[in-house]
C-alpha cells in the first residue's frame, strides 16, 4: 500500500479544500433582486438535507468572480450548480463555461417580456456548454433536479 502523498507547499490550501465536506450544490442568482425566487431551491435543498451555497455573482458586472466561483466549485465539494438569472441571463451558460459540474439554468421572470428573454436566453446555449433549463422563476424543480443528479453517484439506500 502506498503512502498518501503530501502536497507542495503552493497547493497546500487547495488539498484541504478537497478533502473538506463542502456544500453539495451552489444556488447563484445575477442579483440580490433574484434572492427571493432562488429561495425556493435553498428550501427545497434544505428540507431534503443536501447542502448548499448561496450567493450572488452578475456575469455582466463581475465576470471574473463567475470564473473563479466556477472553476473552483468542484474543489469545495459542490457537484452541481443552479443558477438563476434575469434579462440577458448569461450566468447559466458562463458557469457552464467555466466548470465541467452540471450546471442548471432558472429563468427569473422579469417586467419587459415575462421571462421569456431570460428563458430564452438560458436555453440556446451553443454546441459544448450544456445548461439544463427549468422553467421560469422553477428554482424549487432546480433543487429536486439537482437532488436526482446527486442520487446518481449515492448508494441506493440514500434518500434525498
Not at 459540474?101 to 459544448?128: E, H
Request: with cysteine; hydrophobic share 45%.
Amino acid at each position: 500500500m502506498s503512502e498518501q502523498p503530501t502536497p507542495a507547499p503552493e497547493v497546500k490550501h487547495l488539498w484541504a479544500e478537497l478533502e473538506s465536506n463542502g456544500p453539495q450544490v451552489g444556488i447563484l442568482m445575477g442579483s440580490e433582486s433574484d434572492r427571493e425566487v432562488m429561495e425556493a431551491a435553498a428550501k427545497e435543498l434544505d428540507e431534503r438535507g443536501i447542502s448548499f451555497e448561496m450567493q450572488a455573482l452578475s456575469a455582466h458586472r463581475d465576470p471574473r468572480g463567475v470564473a473563479e466561483y466556477s472553476s473552483t466549485a468542484a474543489l469545495r465539494g459542490v457537484r452541481v450548480i443552479i443558477a438563476g438569472a434575469g434579462k440577458a441571463a448569461a450566468l447559466p451558460g458562463v458557469v457552464a463555461a467555466y466548470t465541467e459540474l452540471p450546471v442548471i439554468g432558472v429563468p427569473i421572470k422579469t417586467s419587459d417580456l415575462g421571462g421569456m428573454d431570460s428563458l430564452l436566453s438560458i436555453v440556446q446555449m451553443p454546441p459544448g456548454v450544456p445548461v439544463a433549463c427549468m422553467a421560469i422563476n422553477g428554482a424549487r424543480n432546480a433543487a429536486i433536479f439537482a437532488a436526482r443528479i446527486l442520487a446518481q453517484g449515492a448508494p441506493p439506500s440514500a434518500d434525498f
